[in-house]
């Protein structure tokens, strides 16, 4: 099993199928030594997916962060998040796949630091945490949230929106053809709700860009074996109201195709704008690839008083700052080991 030295400036960038390999691995280790319920995706690609035994154990999660995921009912929804892969085979004929059981699962290496109660311990983040990210140590943690991305208004004639023009705006709103774009037509419901009387004035288009934690007034994205940040034709994000207000488009990082890359990095960072929000990347270190993509949209970042709320830190920087049997957990079964902030410097800006 590689060992990488998170430690060192150094170290080697690792792919993503690298990572996957690695942390399949590591669980499956994980799994046979301490006789944890488990399973192995189907695929060139196997994955190894844990669920919760007869003992109540949940091979996925530390045993504490489990216990507090498990006494909070908000938390514990989180955990039902079907698998889009379940679609397509089970583990079990008895058994769901839920996207959190996945050993590579980001949202579920994000729960298990933050339900952690040497974390949150359901009144206020520790300290080390809170002053790491620079947030209220009173905030709880909230997975899973839906600001809303503010869009461009449909075309519009005297204030009002007619059939024939809300049946041209949808595909410009919604469709894609980069098939690594999966969008939820969040306003198609809105619109399909239309008709010719309808007054645009009251009318807020707005898609449902996740964020995978909310931590008072910071947004922070969660990424582990994630290949990319997700590509997308000019014309899917043009149609967002601020994007020129905070980019400078021609700095957007383009493929030779044409088609911009980090289309999710760029609607995380408007929806925190449009809410007033800070945001941050939580990425591995050894994951430079997507490190650098991060790097090059803020470095398109042309509105000054918000650039330097924009930030990233590394899952090993993170590290740093947790519980003991937290690190040693993480150590074992992600390879994730505590190191200094090397990245969270440069956090404010691409320049530092």
Known sequence: MPQPNSRSPNSPSWSSSLLRRDLSARAHHLAQTQKLLHDISPGSAPVVIFGRDEQGRHGNFHPASDTSICANPAWLRRLTKVHTASRRSRARKDWQWMELD???SSDALLMNIFCHPGVFNGHSIAPAVANLLNIDPTTEPCFGINPGVPLHQPATKRGQITNRSRRRSQPDLFASTDPSVVEAPANAAELSGLDESTDLQSLHLRDRTEIDL?????????????SNFQTAAPRLIERYRDLETIFDLTRLPRKDTGFIQGYQLIRNVLAAFASGASF???CDARRRD?????????SAVHYPSFAWRLKLLTWQE?????????????ES?????????????KASGVRG
Not at 290 to 295: A, P, R
């Open 102 to 104: 996945s050993s590579n």
């Open 214 to 226: 909310q931590l008072g007034n910071l947004f922070l994205e969660a990424k582990l074996t994630e």
């Open 280 to 282: 941050c990347v939580l």
């Open 290 to 298: 997507l490190i650098e993509i991060w790097y090059s949209v803020l």
């Open 318 to 330: 993170l590290a740093s700052a947790l519980p003991k049997d937290l690190q040693q957990f993480l």
């Open 333 to 345: 079964k992600y390879g994730i080991v505590p190191t200094d902030c090397r990245y969270s410097r």
